[in-house]
């Protein structure tokens, strides 16, 4: 039941990419990412496990990535990538 509310928000935090695009808080590449998770994640079950899975585990690594510089850029780099294939 928990994780059924924590999926069910449409514009629900994206921790890992909040952190890495911190000096841009409307950055594109957030919003990109956001309706991946809202459109092709969730409608399916596999994609709210994923979802519920990433909500547990991605807190400590955005945690992570803000003290560690050099992770922090590969994963901007991962994502925009990602992205740009959205």
Known sequence: RNFMRSTRSKRGPCFIATAVYADE??????TLLRNFRDRRLRPYWLGRQMIWAYYRLSPVIATWLAHSPASKELARKSLTAFTQKL
């Open 25 to 30: 808080p409307y950055a594109l590449e957030l």
